[in-house]
């Protein structure tokens, strides 16, 4: 629904690069679980790691099947969730950068951190057009009244 106003070819460029990046973080989900980092297993816990894990992955999988049967709702409340894994996941890299040495996981903390704002700046998005949905909602209401 949010890609309506985008010409079809456009429109399936973005729903697919929307499902890669969503597929990208059910793997690295999956890829937590089943190979979990020792720097993040020792420093969070494994329970802290494997929810981190299961938030992202889980979370991703619904957006991406959000976006693949274009119900926009079902994107906009998993992106808040798999980013709140990403975001456990950036502070125990941040932790990782600054507190343990040597500080060369720098590099890796702003791409994970970028990542993040990706889940951020999709969910914010997806609330812009909630908001004009209800907008528009309200003024048909009112005209035809």
């Known amino acids: 629904m949010p890609f309506r106003d985008v010409p079809p070819r456009q429109r399936f460029r973005l729903r697919l690069a929307l499902s890669v990046v969503y597929a990208l973080g059910i793997a690295a989900g999956i890829w937590t679980v089943i190979w979990t980092p020792p720097s993040l297993g020792d420093t969070a816990g494994h329970v802290i790691t494997y929810g981190w894990a299961a938030l992202l992955g889980g979370n991703s999988l619904a957006a991406l099947l959000g976006v693949v049967l274009d119900r926009y709702r079902v994107e906009w409340l998993a992106c808040w969730f798999a980013g ?3 975001a456990i996941y950036v502070g125990v890299m941040w932790y990782l950068t600054i507190f343990a040495p040597p500080m060369a996981r720098g590099a890796h903390s702003l791409m994970s ?6 889940f951020v ?4 998005e997806l609330s812009a057009h909630a908001t004009k949905l209800r907008e528009q909602h309200v003024i048909e209401t009112e005209i035809l009244r």
């Open 84 to 86: 709140l894994g990403a």
């Open 113 to 118: 951190t970028i990542a993040l704002m990706f």
């Open 121 to 124: 700046y999709r969910a914010l």
